[in-house]
Structures are given as C-alpha cells and as structure tokens.
C-alpha cells in the first residue's frame, strides 16, 4: 500500500526559512509526478508546487520563488524548501503523488504537517 508522510512542519517567525519533506513507500515514486499543496485555516486547499517525474518544477505564481521543490528518486522522497516565510503562509503543507495509469490516474495525499509562522 502507497503512503506519503510529511515532515519538518513546525513554530518559525517570519522571515524564517523551512524544509519539509514526504517520503513515499511502495513501489511508484519513480513514476509519480509529486507536489505540495498547502491548506489554510478557513480557506480551501491550494497547489503550491509539483514537480515531474524528469525534475520539472512548476510553482504557483503567488509564490515568486520563495519555494523550490525538489525530489529525489533514489529516495524516494520529494521537498519543500520554503524560505522567506510570512505569517500568511501558516497552513497545514500536504505532500500529494498522482500516478498516471493508462485512462486516468490516482492521486495519493499524506496526512499533513503543519507550518505556523508567527512572531
């Protein structure tokens, strides 16, 4: 069965830079597009950033480029580094893999972790 686990959420003033990370089990990474969503309290759940089974990264364009994802297919895992933090970035960061197979595909979600940017 395919898990994604989210780490590295935590407290950081702003300013502050963050890594989180997801690490996938199973056998599908290597052939799962991933990506980052974040979900703010009271609002619904955004794309942050995906990133290509070929390392090709997209961000969403609110970001401008205080995010860089990145993942590492030896691995198995996919990262966030987040820097320049502000207090409207406080949401809960979800790592998410879609798998492309045939038709259509699947998409796999980890449970979470939360970023909270305050003074």
């Known amino acids: 069965q395919v898990q994604l686990v989210e780490s590295g959420g935590g407290l950081v003033q702003p300013g502050g830079s963050l890594r989180l990370s997801c690490a996938v089990s199973g056998s599908i990474f290597s052939a799962t597009r991933m990506g980052w969503y974040r979900q703010a309290p009271g609002k619904q759940r955004e794309l942050v950033a995906t990133i290509t089974i070929s390392c090709i990264a997209t961000y969403a364009e609110s970001e401008k480029g205080r995010f860089t994802i990145s993942r590492d297919n030896a691995k198995n895992t996919v990262a966030l580094q987040i820097n320049s933090l502000k207090p409207e970035d406080t949401a809960v960061y979800y790592c998410?893999?879609?798998?492309?197979?045939?038709?259509?595909?699947?998409?796999?979600w980890g449970k979470g972790t939360l970023v909270t940017v305050s003074s």
């Open positions: 998410n893999g879609y798998l492309s197979i045939g038709i259509g595909g699947k998409d796999y």
